[in-house]
Nanobody, 122 residues
């Protein structure tokens, strides 16, 4: 069973940057697809950014393209989400997941973290 532990998040002003981290533990976790979804109150869940076991296989939601960068360090089994030029609409709880799948994004049957709040406000 793969476990994921998230860190990062917080309250920042518009235009600021934040980095979220997601540490995964378990067998063969470096072969897992990992990614982030976010959930804001009253809004649908959004798949934000994902990275497959092949680091060239990435996905970004249109709303974050050019601002967010997902990367992974397989030597440490950590995935990072660098969030730049944050906007108030990025405010949400962000969840990290890991899944054994050829797709870049983890699915519902994957292992998910506890969630971390990101608030962008002046």
């Amino acid at each position: 069973q793969v476990q994921v532990v998230q860190s990062g998040g917080g309250l920042v002003q518009p235009g600021s940057s934040l980095r979220l981290s997601c540490a995964a533990s378990g067998r063969n976790v470096d072969s897992y697809a990992m990614g982030w979804i976010r959930q804001a109150p009253g809004k649908e869940r959004v798949e934000v950014a994902c990275i497959g076991y092949n680091e060239d296989n990435t996905y970004y939601d249109d709303s974050v393209k050019g601002r967010f960068i997902i990367s992974r360090d397989n030597s440490k089994n950590i995935v990072y989400l660098q969030m730049n030029n944050l906007k108030p609409e990025d405010t949400a709880v962000y969840y990290c997941g890991a899944d054994w799948t050829p797709l870049p994004c983890p699915g519902d049957r994957g292992s998910w973290g506890q969630g971390t709040q990101v608030t962008v406000s002046s």
